[in-house]
């Protein structure tokens, strides 16, 4: 591994989640939780009849664990981009929706536009990294994630949004989020456990990765999440084409463009579907393509997570994909996460 980095700020971001993880943990344990027993309360009645997820970005994709956790409750759970919402759908921002907006700096163009629309019209639950932002002053309440400092691709704040999202989730539906704190602390010695080997993983993935020029990740359920915060960050850390998308989706079409430069990282997940998932890796190998099965069986390589509870997967399914953000970034030659067009918030709409 060279040591060029080794002293790189992406890396350094990675390897730090798990303190971010166990910093957010520990402010989540000591947030009151009546203000949050109150909405449930009035959540499926006339006063709150639904609950409104948004983000952009990673922390848009990572509201699909909480937003399937409230519709198996039975809640009403809607999920949608913050440019959607604000653009397309200002009939939600109504007063029997409670909002949930998720952003990490708290004051990105659509998140600021969002509280000018929506504050004082419904309650306004914010979760964010930045209390001093726009979103951590004007939400009614607020929940923080305290990841810390980020030099620029989501890492630290996508898992420390997720802890804070299945809080959310679990007081919104009448459960006590101390037994979910609890197993995603499992978690932080399961993410530092894979990260002991990262050096090792982006080595052999290196050899792997060689000819391959478009990437697809793919999963289904709250493995969304990680398949379409995946997508964006090799995107951005590595300055190469992937997308993210659900398993069946790329069923519909997109498994006619397989070929020997194109990669598929399915996400096993955990579930109904799980075994549907390692049916497409199987099908995708038939065909010829190139797949990895993302999945928790503990066997020690780089596409193998520890076997764990299905609460704390989605926060260790991110971490194969910044393994391969990081030889891929070696092979075209790019400073891992190293922004040359954008920045870390997006102030224009």
């Keep these: 591994m060279e040591k060029k980095l080794l002293e790189n700020n992406y890396v350094k971001d ?64 809607h999920m949608l981009e913050t440019s959607e919402l604000i653009h397309y759908a200002p009939r939600l921002l109504a007063p029997d929706t409670l909002l949930v907006a998720v952003s990490q700096s708290g004051r990105s163009a659509e998140t600021v536009q969002l509280m000018d629309m929506a504050q004082g019209r419904l309650p306004l639950v914010g979760i964010t990294n930045t209390l001093e932002s726009p979103l951590g002053q004007r939400a009614d309440l607020v929940i923080p994630t305290r990841a810390g400092s980020e030099f620029s691709v989501s890492c630290k704040t996508y898992v420390t949004a ?122 995708i190998h038939q065909a010829g393509g190139k797949a990895e099965l993302i999945s928790s069986s503990g066997s020690g390589s780089v596409f193998s997570l520890p076997l764990t509870a299905e609460v704390q997967l989605p926060l260790l399914e991110i971490l194969p994909v910044q393994m391969v953000s990081l030889a891929l970034a070696g092979l075209n030659q790019h400073d891992p996460g190293t922004f040359e067009r954008g920045s870390k918030v997006t102030v224009v709409a």
């Excluded at 309360?41 to 848009?60: E, N, Q």
């Excluded at 978690?187 to 090792?200: C, I, K, P």
């Excluded at 519909?252 to 996400?267: C, D, I, K, R």
Aim: with cysteine.
């Design 162 to 283: 997720l802890a804070a999202l299945s809080y959310l989730s679990d007081a919104l539906s009448g459960r006590n989020p101390a037994v979910t704190l609890g197993i995603c602390r499992e978690a932080v010695e399961l993410m530092s456990g894979y990260l002991q080997h990262w050096e090792q993983y982006v080595d052999s993935l290196t050899g792997l990765l060689q000819g391959v020029r478009h990437l697809v990740l793919a999963g289904r359920g709250p493995s969304l999440a990680a398949a379409g915060t995946g997508g964006l960050i090799i995107k951005e850390s590595a300055h190469f084409h992937a997308e993210g998308m659900s398993s069946a989706a790329f069923r519909h079409g997109p498994f006619e463009m397989l070929s020997a430069e194109m990669m598929v990282l399915v996400f096993a997940g955990i579930g109904p579907a799980r075994q549907l998932n390692a049916n497409l890796a199987s099908d």
């Design 14 to 77: 990675i390897l730090a989640q798990p303190q971010a993880l166990t910093d957010t943990l520990d402010g989540l344990d000591s947030l009151p939780l009546a203000p949050l027993q109150a909405l449930a309360g009035r959540l499926g009645t006339a006063s709150l009849r639904r609950v409104v997820l948004t983000g952009m970005g990673s922390s848009y994709h990572a509201l699909h664990p909480a937003n399937l956790a409230l519709l198996q409750q039975g809640i009403e759970s």
